[in-house]
């Protein structure tokens, strides 16, 4: 019984992911800039401790997008006229994912730099 549980919560959490990634204009641009990070880092050969890093932010952001996502869906369906509140709320969700994209960036940088700047001297 259990392992068709398993099974099942896998099988809803792609279904969610599909629809997510159908749905959502920002999640396709974070896809894309993981893509674009990921293939940099096998192009420039990063450590594996740079690994982890890289896919500990891209993990991070495109987490926190699908909560944004779906905290969204949900507020929308509960509470369908604007509201104050929800409105802040909102915004607090998007200022995570906001957060969370310029700490990436930054860790980005600080991995990509040196490896990128040596090819141009």
């Known amino acids: 019984m ?4 398993f099974i ?3 099988r809803n959490a792609l ?3 599909k629809v997510a990634f159908l749905e959502q204009r920002n999640l396709r641009i974070q896809a894309l800039v993981a893509l674009f990070t990921i293939s940099l880092g096998i192009w420039l050969k ?3 401790i740079e690994w982890a890093i890289i896919f500990t932010c891209v993990g991070l952001v495109m987490g926190l997008e699908l909560l944004n996502s779906a905290m969204e869906v949900l ?3 509960l509470h369908p006229e604007k509201d104050a509140a ?15 994209s310029l700490c990436s ?8 730099y040196v490896r990128i700047s040596a090819l141009f001297n």
């Open 46 to 48: 990063i450590t594996r």
């Open 15 to 17: 279904k969610g992911l």
């Open 86 to 100: 929800i409105g802040k709320a909102k915004d607090i969700a998007a200022g995570a994912v906001l957060l969370a």
């Open 75 to 77: 507020l929308k369906k």
């Open 8 to 10: 099942s919560s896998v």
């Open 105 to 112: 960036v930054i860790a980005g940088l600080w991995i990509f």
């Open 2 to 5: 259990r392992h068709t549980n």
